[in-house]
């Protein structure tokens, strides 16, 4: 299927002796993990192409004259946002002052490809920047995608960017656009704005792969493996794409996962709508203070939209445990009923899923309590998260992703796979039921996380006047799934 892994030029084993030369050649072999051909690569760390003629990218707002509806469907989407996003910008501040701004390039890589090719991007913030820089992951990135490269890079597979982008080719001495697009040509393609190239990329998750597999810049630890989790996963074995379930509306995803049904060409629509609710909310806020009604309403469908999804992506159980007749533990099973890939995915050392549980017996006592929030919005020791945690390489808690060298936990649930968590209870007195009742809870990030990358926003994002912030507030929580059950204290009871 999707895989092209097979077909590259040079065997594995001369790459491995090249790689070995050049480590004893050189010193600290680190650095030297990928053998970078600056030429090919010069955007290094970020493995994106432009090769020539290099045309000039077109701002979104210039394909909606003639292409409505799917400007309609992207705007406020995550990929809109992917560079204004106050969430990025906070951490993309840190990571400039960390690393560097050459460095720190990996990340506009995906985040803006365009405002890196053109060079004008400096590091965080907004001020001075073209449109289409500011537009992040827009039309013209997708639609001039050629090619993604998988035989130069060090996992043999797309990742940190490594597509090669040309929106337009030479004709003689002209350059005209070319956009390359999921259908045959056809004689009226593109208005003479545009050329049009059947493209079977389009049709594949690979175009999405290389900004959907983030390693460490250096260390090339795998940071976020979106796609490589959905291609070892039964989706990739039954061709259901990443555009089967976020290139539609929520009824046709369902449709896709559940019954590995492929969409038809017509329902295909622009969301790339998954879990970052918190986005879309922060979206609708700033079009709110800027008047701008119709675009906040835009957003807040897509705020809908991705709460749906995230209650639609899992499914919860309860069954009791019994030890000498008496009520000893619960075990819950938490599903990955509808995700292409783990549950969660991505970022999954800041996202955060876990198990709200308390059980009372007949007299009201608390038999166990888990997974709540404190009055700080923190959630309380011992909460049994199904997310990551990433360390550096000094075996300390790290969150960064220029730190973060490895995983010390990783808990997340395999496309439809299931984890079970196991209670135990106090010791059960009194005879009767046991009230039962149990979350699946999901947010995009510690509170603390989130004032750390919000509080740290360049100079020219003011959150008041932007967003309407004065603090960050309490983050917002989706219950995804929810039981409400009771159990004897006593077997047999
Ligand atoms: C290979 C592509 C790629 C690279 C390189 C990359 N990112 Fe991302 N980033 C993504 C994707 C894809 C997501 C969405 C993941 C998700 O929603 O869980 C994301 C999400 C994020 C988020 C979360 C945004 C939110 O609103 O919750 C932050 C913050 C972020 N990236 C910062 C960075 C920084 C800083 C760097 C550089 C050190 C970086 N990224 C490098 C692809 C990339
Ligand atoms: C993240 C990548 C991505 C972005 C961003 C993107 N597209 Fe697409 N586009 C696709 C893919 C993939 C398809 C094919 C969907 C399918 O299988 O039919 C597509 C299909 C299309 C089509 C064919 C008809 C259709 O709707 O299926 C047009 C026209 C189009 N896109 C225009 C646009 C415009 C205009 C924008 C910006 C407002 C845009 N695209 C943004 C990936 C993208
Ligand atoms: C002057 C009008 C016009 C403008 C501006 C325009 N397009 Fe098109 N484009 C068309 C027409 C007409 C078609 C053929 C019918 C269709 O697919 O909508 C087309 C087709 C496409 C296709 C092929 C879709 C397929 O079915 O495979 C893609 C991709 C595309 N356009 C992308 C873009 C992008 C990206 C931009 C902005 C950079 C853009 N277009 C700007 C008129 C335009
Ligand atoms: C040029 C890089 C790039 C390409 C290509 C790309 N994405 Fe993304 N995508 C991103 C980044 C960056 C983010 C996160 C932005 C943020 O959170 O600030 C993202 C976010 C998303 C999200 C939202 C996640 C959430 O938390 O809600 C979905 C869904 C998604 N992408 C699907 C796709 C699909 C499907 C494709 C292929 C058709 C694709 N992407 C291609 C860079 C890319
Ligand atoms: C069978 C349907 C399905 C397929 C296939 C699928 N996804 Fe998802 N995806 C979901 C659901 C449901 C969620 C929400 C739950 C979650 O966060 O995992 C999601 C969430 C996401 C997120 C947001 C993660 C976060 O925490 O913010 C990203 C990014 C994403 N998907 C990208 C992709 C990419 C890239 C592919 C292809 C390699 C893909 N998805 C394939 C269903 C799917």
């Known amino acids: 299927m999707a895989n092209q892994s097979n077909s590259c030029p040079f065997p594995r084993t001369f790459l491995l002796l090249l790689v070995l030369l050049l480590a004893m050649t050189s010193q600290g072999w680190a650095s030297d993990l990928f053998p970078v051909d600056r030429q090919t690569f010069p955007y290094y760390p970020s493995l994106l192409q432009y090769p020539p003629p290099q045309a000039e990218f077109t701002p ?23 560079f204004v996003d106050p969430v990025y910008q906070g951490e993309l501040n840190h990571a400039v002052k960390a690393v560097g701004h050459d460095i720190s390039r990996q990340c506009e890589g995906c985040h803006s490809p365009a405002g890196v090719v053109t060079g004008e991007i400096r590091g965080a913030g907004l001020n001075g920047l073209s449109q289409m820089a500011l537009a992040g992951v827009s039309c013209d990135i997708c639609h001039s995608v050629t090619a993604v490269t998988h035989c130069q890079t060090p996992s043999r597979e797309p990742e940190n960017g490594s597509m090669v982008v040309t929106p337009g080719v030479a004709r003689g001495d002209q350059i005209v656009l070319q956009k390359y697009g999921p259908n045959p040509t056809t004689e009226l393609c593109g208005m003479e704005f545009h050329e049009c190239a059947e493209s079977p990329l389009h049709l594949r998750a690979d175009l999405c792969a290389s900004c959907h597999q983030v390693y460490h810049y250096e260390t090339h630890f795998p940071l976020e493996a979106t796609y490589l989790e959905w291609k070892h996963g039964p989706y990739a074995q039954r061709e259901i794409l990443c555009q089967d379930c976020h290139m539609v509306d929520i009824e046709t995803f369902r449709r896709s996962a559940d019954r590995f049904i492929k969409p038809e060409r017509h329902e295909y629509r622009h969301y790339f709508n998954g879990a970052n609710f918190l986005l879309y909310f922060l979206a609708a806020q700033n079009y709110t203070q800027t008047g701008d009604q119709q675009r906040a309403e835009n957003a807040m469908d897509k705020f809908r939209m991705a709460v749906e999804r995230l209650q639609a992506a899992a499914g919860l159980e309860v069954m009791p445990v019994y030890r000498n007749r008496q009520l000893s533990e619960l075990k819950v099973r938490v599903k990955n009923l509808r995700a292409g890939h783990n549950l969660p995915t991505s970022l999954t050392n800041v996202r955060q899923m876990w198990v709200e ?103 020219d994002i003011d959150l008041e006047k932007t967003y309407g912030l004065s603090a960050v507030p309490e983050l917002p929580v989706v219950d995804m799934a929810q039981v409400a059950t009771s159990f004897p204290a006593m077997e047999g009871d």
């Open 357 to 459: 549980l308390t059980a009372t017996d007949a007299t009201g006592q608390v038999l166990v309590s888990s997974g709540h929030l404190d009055p700080k919005g923190e959630l309380e020791p011992e909460t049994r998260n199904l997310n990551s945690e990433g360390m550096g390489d000094n075996f300390h808690f790290a969150i960064d992703p220029w730190v973060v060298t490895a995983f010390s936990r990783h808990d997340t649930i395999p496309p439809k796979g299931y984890k079970e968590i196991y209670f135990g209870l106090l010791p059960v007195v009194s005879k009767g039921e046991v009230q039962v009742s149990v979350r699946l809870r999901y947010r995009q990030a510690s509170q603390k996380v989130a004032e750390k990358l919000l509080g740290a926003v360049p100079d």
């Open 60 to 82: 979104p707002e210039v394909c909606a004259e003639c292409h409505s509806r799917q400007y309609e469907e992207w705007t406020s989407s995550v990929h809109a946002l992917a």
